[in-house]
């Protein structure tokens, strides 16, 4: 029987190449897990399940189904050594189609995400003029000035040579997001009513927890955030050498993935807070500019900070 290594082993496994240093191979799976699903539907579910609350059932999946999981998928691929479609047709040629179906599923998601990709690229190199060309509707005729084409160019640049341009743009491209956030993380925590933003996002709403949705979105939240059953990890983690400790790999990964959700969501709820004192005190001053015409009270006799004792008063009468 072969053994791992030996002359028998095939060639083109024996001669499989390697990371160049495990930072490489842990930065690459930790750029193809966090993605949308961190800044964009994590917070989304924490604002509809009662904040909070819905990290509970968001940790108890995590432990029991997104990091076995996790490390089944860097096990199987450090251990054979393939890709999803080798590693499943290794293990069982019944089990061939979960391959293939990783394989479709990855195709599908990556149409819409160089879709996302085209917005965001559209976005940031239109935000160095001003005024910006979002101020005004229309903006434009629907021109998006091959920006969608670009990205797919970025793809295939980052993949002309496999890992070996993979580990060298991955210092770029997984450490840029977290510089971005952090950003956004200063400026918006400035903003005034952020506090009211992040004390709804740290409440929790304990009756949420009796609703089975919330169960359920949070074990689809950590396959969808941990990019499971994608066939990526298999494939990253099938570069590396057999030896490796892939349970260390797995819980690294996921609790960064894990932290990051939660990093991104800190700002968004805290937009969030000051968008909503922003929109309320509008219409307070709406409010105020109708009471004063309607009963010809000065301006200066009601002000924001006075304006609930005169909404008492009225209700009086």
Not at 72 to 78: F, H, R, S, Y
Not at 116 to 132: D, K, M, R, T, V
Not at 176 to 204: E, M, Q, W
Request: charged share 15%; glycine share 8%; with cysteine.
């Amino acid at each position: 029987m072969a053994t791992p290594g030996s002359a028998d082993e095939p060639k083109d496994i024996a001669e499989r190449p390697k990371w160049d240093n495990k930072v490489q191979y842990l930065l690459t799976c930790i750029g193809f897990a966090v993605g949308l699903g961190n800044v964009w539907r994590f917070p989304y579910l924490c604002q509809t399940y009662g904040g909070g609350a819905f990290l509970i059932p968001y940790a108890i999946a995590l432990v029991f189904e997104g990091l076995p999981l996790l490390h089944m998928e860097l096990a199987i691929g450090q251990r054979l050594r393939m890709g999803s479609i080798g590693v499943w047709n290794s293990i069982s040629p019944y089990m061939g189609g979960l391959g293939v179906a990783s394989l479709a599923v990855s195709f599908l998601v990556g149409l819409f995400y160089n879709m996302i990709l085209a917005w965001i690229l559209w976005y940031f190199f239109h935000s160095f003029q001003s005024p910006l060309p979002w101020r005004d509707c229309p903006i434009n005729l629907n021109q998006t000035g091959y920006v969608s084409e670009s990205a797919w160019c970025l793809v295939y640049i980052c993949f002309i040579r496999g890992i070996e341009t993979i580990g060298k743009a991955i210092y770029v491209t997984v450490t840029f997001p977290y510089l971005v956030l952090t950003i956004f993380l200063i400026r918006s925590l400035t903003l005034p009513g952020a506090t009211d933003g992040l004390i709804y996002l740290c409440t929790p709403d304990w009756e949420t927890l009796k609703n089975p949705d919330v169960w359920l979105d949070a074990s689809t939240q950590i396959f969808f955030s941990l990019s499971l059953a994608f066939g990526g990890l298999i494939a990253f983690s099938s570069y590396n050498v057999q030896k490796n400790d892939c349970e260390r790999d797995a819980l690294i990964v996921g609790l960064v993935n894990s932290f990051t959700s939660i990093y991104a969501s800190i700002p968004v709820f805290a937009i969030l807070g000051f968008k909503a004192n922003e929109n309320f005190d509008k219409c307070r001053n709406w409010n105020i500019q109708r009471l004063t015409n309607s009963f010809n009270i000065g301006d200066e006799n009601i002000t924001l900070e006075n304006y609930d004792d005169w909404f008492k008063l009225f209700q009086q009468y």
